[in-house]
């Protein structure tokens, strides 16, 4: 069974910096990429960043360029989300998802997994 375990979340004050972290089982980040979505209270989902060892690529939204940065780690099986500057507008509940191989099949089809999310909250 494939499993997307995000953890790393909690509660910041603005300005502060969260990691949060992807384990994957089930699945490997040679043949998939994983990508970081997230919801805040009465908003839709939102994407937010993906990365795909296998293509060498990394995608950010315009919502997450500049201050969230994406790595991952091959040997864990781990994708991380550094999140910095974190402001108020920040608070969701983030989410990792899989998808084969291409970052960009998360723009035109849902990803064929997801994570059970971890909460943000950043305090003004």
């Known amino acids: 069974d494939v499993q997307l375990q995000a953890s790393g979340g909690g509660l910041v004050q603005a300005g502060g910096s969260l990691r949060l972290s992807c384990a994957a089982s089930g699945l490997t980040l040679d043949d998939y990429a994983i990508g970081w979505f997230r919801q805040a209270p009465g908003k839709e989902r939102e994407r937010l960043s993906c990365i795909s060892d296998s293509e060498g690529e990394k995608y950010f939204e315009d919502s997450a360029k500049g201050r969230f940065t994406i790595s991952s780690d091959g040997a864990k099986n781990t994708v991380y989300l550094q999140m910095n500057s974190l402001e108020p507008e920040d608070t969701a509940v983030y989410y990792c998802?899989?998808?084969?191989?291409?970052?960009?099949?998360?723009?035109?089809?849902?990803?064929?997994?997801w994570g059970r999310g971890t909460l943000v909250t950043v305090s003004s």
């Open positions: 998802v899989a998808v084969r191989i291409l970052c960009l099949r998360l723009y035109s089809a849902p990803p064929d997994y």
